[in-house]
Structures are given as structure tokens and as C-alpha cells.
């Protein structure tokens, strides 16, 4: 059984890695850390050095490696370097998107512009002299929180950081837990909710209706199975 575990857990980074995008890769040190530390249980003083030693790793590959996947992330890191000169490429309109949204932020900070405000917002800059005509199709400004911020103010703030803080508050409280059914459900959840807030720095996939629902839906099942576990173990 424990090889099987392994063997799933490295088909899942090998997926993670040939899938090409950098928001794959991203979430995959934070996951890691938590199956090491709540599934396969390694001492926190292993985790002290192990993690850093796989980030290290990390860094050489994408320093040095060849292949494609290593190449998009220098890539990525050149765009951000070379802001001024890269407004066209992926991180370059990243970060005139979110340059953009703060303003709007700044502008509208109570109520916001509205729903689907940044489109209507951002398309008024088709004529604009500045790169800032670059995203004047974009429909969001590829950070969940951001256009949440965008579209209703410090409401929308509040209602981003509830979405993965009120569940993920909710499965610390049982990832260490005895029981191994709240456990896993605990840590099952915290997956989720950790995979969904990190990618969610680099695109709005709450914009999109069938992301929402899986972690809707996902968030809803692992908790319905904590609060069904506790009830069979009396303690609610």
C-alpha cells in the first residue's frame, strides 16, 4: 500500500510537470508540504532541511535544466525583469493587469466599479497611447482576489479572503487530528483550498464556472465529512 502511495503521489508531480504551466508548478512545493507532514508524517526537523534542499533543487533545474518547462519559468522571470520592454508576453501583461486593477482598486475602494466591472473598465484603453492598450480585451485582471477587489471594493477583499481562509481554518483544526477519517478529510480540504488560493495569484478562476463549482463543491464534500465523522464519533 505504501509503495502505491508513492507511486501516486509521483504520477501526480509528473502530471504537475509535463502539463507546462508555470500555476502547476507553483502549487506543487506548498502540497508537498503538507503530504509530507500531515500523510506521510516526516518529523518537522526532516521537513527543516528537506524542503529547502528541494527547493534548491528546484532553482538549479529551472536555472540551468534544458527542458521546455524550465526555459517558459526563466522566461517568466526575464518578462518581470524587463517589465518596460515586455508589456506583450504572459508576465508582461500580468503586471500591467494588476498595475491597472490597483488603480481601480484605488479610485473605487468602497464600492468598487461592479461586476464584470474591469472588462468595461479595461476596454476603454483600446485608443490609449500608453501599453496599457495591451489589455484592453483582458475580461479580468488574472488574480481572483484583485477582481474581487475591482468589481466591490473592501467588500469584495473581505469575500476573496473568507473564500480560502473560513474552510482552511476550518481543516487545520483536524490535520493532525487522531482519527484517520477526519484527517484525511482535513487534509484532502486543505489541498484544495491551498492549490486554489496559490493559482488564484495568477489568474481569476473563480471567472470560470466549472473551476468554481469543483472547488465549491470540494470544499462542501471534505467538510460535509468532518461534520459527519464528528456526529458518529459524538461530538457534535
Avoid at 88 to 98: I, K, N, P, Q
Avoid at 108 to 130: A, C, F, M, W
Avoid at 173 to 197: E, I, K, N, T
Amino acid at each position: 500500500m505504501y509503495c502505491v502511495q508513492v507511486l501516486g503521489v509521483l504520477a501526480a508531480f509528473m502530471a504537475v510537470y509535463y502539463s507546462g504551466t508555470r500555476a502547476a508548478q507553483l502549487v506543487s512545493l506548498p502540497l508537498l508540504s503538507l503530504l509530507l507532514v500531515y500523510f506521510y508524517k516526516v518529523a518537522r526537523r526532516t521537513i527543516a532541511w528537506l524542503l529547502p534542499a528541494v527547493l534548491l533543487v528546484s532553482v538549479l533545474l529551472l536555472a540551468f535544466s534544458p527542458d521546455k518547462f524550465s526555459v517558459r519559468f526563466r522566461e517568466g522571470f526575464s518578462e518581470i525583469a524587463n517589465h518596460e520592454t515586455s508589456h506583450g508576453t504572459s508576465m508582461g501583461l500580468r503586471l500591467s493587469m494588476w498595475q491597472y486593477g490597483g488603480q481601480l482598486v484605488l479610485a473605487h475602494p468602497i464600492t468598487g466599479v461592479g461586476k464584470q466591472g474591469y472588462y468595461r473598465e479595461v476596454s476603454k484603453l483600446q485608443n490609449d497611447p500608453t501599453p496599457l492598450r495591451l489589455i484592453s480585451t483582458a475580461p479580468h485582471p488574472h488574480n481572483d482576489i484583485l477582481n474581487l477587489a475591482v468589481e466591490f471594493g473592501v467588500i469584495g477583499i473581505a469575500l476573496g479572503l473568507a473564500i480560502f481562509m473560513v474552510p482552511g481554518m476550518l481543516f487545520r483544526r483536524y490535520l493532525s487530528h487522531p482519527d484517520p477519517v477526519l484527517a484525511f478529510a482535513a487534509l484532502a480540504g486543505m489541498m484544495v483550498v491551498v492549490c486554489q488560493f496559490v493559482a488564484s495569484l495568477f489568474d481569476a478562476y473563480f471567472w470560470i464556472v466549472s473551476q468554481t463549482s469543483f472547488y465549491g463543491l470540494s470544499v462542501v464534500i471534505f467538510a460535509s465529512m468532518i461534520f459527519s465523522r464528528k456526529r458518529e464519533l459524538g461530538q457534535i
